[in-house]
């Protein structure tokens, strides 16, 4: 009954009313309450990919639309453009059809690889956890690390074996943990929500400030921030506390 009152109210004049009461509920339920595919354990990233295949694979969510859209203005026609963790392709295949690039991915999972290899992708398996300088076929003119270095115990390691293979820029997205969401959730004595199936998808956290400080510590300079998601008007007024996520533009710091 309740499923038919959904599909009958995403097809009626009532639908923009019932998305946004839809999507303040989520959010309601975030503050208080953890997944309903919670669990604990390790992440196996080809059970991930089994589960996805039944769905999403290969598809865009609004969410990672509007980070592909971020992605494929900071590159410029012609440019050689590797993306780390590429997953199920569908960002890297975006940017491939709204910009002439030169593309190129590696991710950790067989089937990820299998399935961007049968979209025509260039995608090589590798372990980004492991020396990437093996992997690397560079110079590229970007390398893009999209909601990967949060996942890694070593980030700091990654983006400096990085340096010698890129010509323009590292380009990173991460979620903000300063986000007032997330400070909320804090305050109801519940660490920020930013994972799926198990709180052991993320190893680092940053805030606006965290990043920034980070990064110069590490010899970068922040050449362009974009918050791509959060509070629409407020992110880009106030984003440390009400923009989700940044992509952000690093390039060496000048001595």
Same mark, same amino acid.
């Given at each position: 009954m309740a499923e038919r009152?959904?599909?009958?109210?995403?097809?009626?004049?009532?639908?923009?009313?019932y998305l946004w009461l839809a999507t303040r509920y989520r959010q309601?339920?975030?503050l208080f309450l953890y997944p309903e595919t919670a669990r604990v354990g390790a992440?196996?990233?080809?059970?991930?990919?089994?589960?996805?295949?039944? %769905?999403? #694979?290969?598809? @865009?969510? &609004?969410?990672? +639309? !509007?980070?592909?859209? $971020?992605?494929?203005d900071l590159v410029s026609a012609g440019d050689?453009?590797?993306?780390?963790?590429?997953?199920?392709?569908?960002?890297?295949?975006?940017?491939?059809?709204?910009?002439?690039?030169?593309?190129?991915?590696?991710d950790v999972s067989p089937k990820a690889v299998e399935f961007c290899r049968?979209?025509?992708?260039?995608?090589?398996?590798?372990d980004i956890n492991q020396p990437i300088s093996a992997f690397l076929r560079g110079p590229y003119d970007y390398i893009i690390c999209s909601e990967i270095i949060e996942h890694l115990p070593d980030?700091? %390691?990654? #983006?400096?074996? @990085?340096? &010698?293979?890129? +010509? !323009?820029?590292?380009? $990173?997205?991460?979620?903000?943990?300063?986000?007032?969401?997330?400070?909320?959730?804090?305050?109801?004595?519940?660490?920020?929500?930013?994972?799926?199936?198990?709180?052991?998808e993320h190893l680092r956290f940053w805030t606006r400030t965290d990043f920034h400080w980070w990064s110069h510590q590490l010899g970068f300079a922040i050449a362009r921030e974009i918050p791509y998601e959060g509070t629409p008007w407020?992110?880009?007024?106030?984003?440390?506390l009400f923009a989700a996520a940044f992509v952000y533009l690093l390039v060496e710091a000048r001595q």
């Open positions: 009152l959904k599909v009958a109210l995403r097809g009626s004049p009532l639908r923009p009313v309601l339920r975030r992440v196996d990233y080809d059970t991930y990919w089994d589960n996805k295949a039944v %769905g999403t #694979l290969g598809q @865009l969510s &609004p969410w990672r +639309r !509007k980070r592909a859209q $971020v992605f494929t050689r453009v590797l993306d780390l963790g590429v997953g199920d392709g569908a960002l890297l295949r975006y940017m491939l059809d709204h910009k002439a690039i030169e593309a190129y991915g590696l049968a979209q025509g992708l260039q995608v090589d398996l590798a980030p700091e %390691g990654l #983006l400096n074996s @990085l340096r &010698p293979f890129v +010509r !323009k820029g590292i380009i $990173v997205s991460i979620p903000n943990t300063g986000f007032h969401q997330h400070r909320l959730r804090l305050l109801f004595g519940r660490f920020p929500l930013q994972w799926v199936v198990t709180p052991g407020l992110k880009d007024i106030w984003p440390g």
